[in-house]
C-alpha cells in the first residue's frame, strides 16, 4: 500500500511537471496567437514513393482533414498567402530507399511559417519565416510507408492544434510575469 501511494505521489509530479511550460515554450507558443486560418502546402514527393499510395494529394487531404478535425479554418494555401500574416502550414516528406529492397527511410517535417517583420527595417514585411516546426524519422516497407506517415503527420498536426489552442486560450491571455534577470 505504501509503494501504490508513492507510486501515485510521483505519478501526480510527473504529469503536472510534463504540464508546466518554460518561459521559451510561451515565448513561441505566441507565435500561434490570433491565427484565425491556415492554409497548407506540400512539398513534392521523391520518385521513390511511386506506387505506394503517398502522393501530395493524399498528404494535402490527410492535412486538411486533421486540421479541421482538431478546430481549424483550414483555407486555401494560395489565398492563405495573399493574407496579413500569410500563415500556413507546409507539410515535406523526404525519403531514401536501399537499392533492391522495398525499405524506405522517410523523414516527415511540418512547419508553420508566417510573414514577419524585420526589427532593423520595419517595411520590410513580406518575409515567411518559420515559427513552429515538428520532424520525426520512419523505416518501413512500401506497403507500410504510407500508412505510417499517415500516422506521424496525424500526430504531429494534433501536436500542433493542441499547441494552437493554448496559445489562444485565456490562459495564454493572462499577462506572464517578467524574466528574471
Do not use: C
Not at 520595419?122 to 512500401?142: F, K, L, M, P, Q
Request: proline letters at 2%; zero cysteines; glycine letters at 4%.
Amino acid at each position: 500500500m505504501k509503494n501504490l501511494s508513492l507510486l501515485l505521489i510521483l505519478l501526480i509530479s510527473f504529469s503536472l511537471f510534463a504540464q508546466e511550460r518554460t518561459e521559451y515554450d510561451l515565448f513561441q507558443l505566441k507565435n500561434l496567437t490570433g491565427i484565425e486560418q491556415v492554409g497548407v502546402y506540400v512539398w513534392e514527393l521523391n520518385k521513390s514513393l511511386e506506387g505506394t499510395g503517398l502522393t501530395e494529394e493524399y498528404l494535402q487531404a490527410a492535412a486538411e482533414e486533421h486540421l479541421e478535425e482538431y478546430g481549424l479554418k483550414v483555407i486555401p494555401y494560395w489565398d492563405a498567402s495573399r493574407l496579413r500574416g500569410g500563415a500556413y502550414l507546409e507539410v515535406q516528406v523526404s525519403t531514401a530507399k536501399a537499392d533492391n529492397s522495398d525499405v524506405h527511410a522517410a523523414v516527415l517535417i511540418a512547419r508553420f511559417l508566417q510573414d514577419v517583420i524585420l526589427e532593423r527595417d520595419r517595411s520590410i514585411v513580406h518575409y515567411s519565416a518559420i515559427t513552429w516546426e515538428r520532424d520525426t524519422v520512419t523505416v518501413n516497407t512500401g506497403d507500410n510507408i504510407r500508412m505510417e506517415v499517415y500516422e506521424n503527420l496525424k500526430s504531429i498536426l494534433k501536436e500542433f492544434s493542441e499547441e494552437y489552442k493554448f496559445a489562444n486560450s485565456p490562459a495564454m491571455k493572462k499577462p506572464q510575469k517578467e524574466p528574471k534577470k
